[in-house]
Nanobody
């Protein structure tokens, strides 16, 4: 049985940092593109960052550019989202999922949520004073 578990969320002040982890069981993350997504209260879920099997990655625009990075630890079957200079608008539940149809992250990867599977329960990130 496949399980994706997101962890590492929490409450931080603006300007703080967090590293989120996405760990899979019953599934090899190495073989597929993996995306991080987030959903803020009252808003639709949006893409944050995607990483391909060869570690090429794409963010989803200016909202996170230069502040977030994504990486893999193949030995731990885990994908990380490193977040720094956090802003209140980063407050959301963060999810990871695998794209079973792709090994790379195309330019429009964030619009392809229907291709992603094995969504976890998410981890809450709250940025406030």
């Amino acid at each position: 049985q496949v399980h994706f578990v997101e962890s590492g969320g929490g409450s931080v002040q603006p300007g703080g940092s967090l590293t989120l982890s996405c760990t899979a069981s019953g599934f090899f993350l190495d073989y597929y593109a993996v995306g991080w997504f987030r959903q803020a209260p009252g808003k639709e879920r949006e893409g944050v960052f995607c990483i391909g099997t060869s570690d090429g990655s794409r963010d989803n625009g200016d909202s996170v550019k230069g502040r977030f990075t994504i990486s893999r630890d193949k030995a731990k079957n885990t994908v990380y989202l490193q977040m720094s200079s956090l802003k209140p608008e980063d407050t959301a539940v963060y999810y990871c999922a695998a794209n079973l149809m792709r090994v790379r992250c195309p330019e429009d990867w964030a619009t392809l949520q229907h291709e992603y599977s094995y969504w976890g329960q998410g981890t809450q990130v709250t940025v406030s004073l």
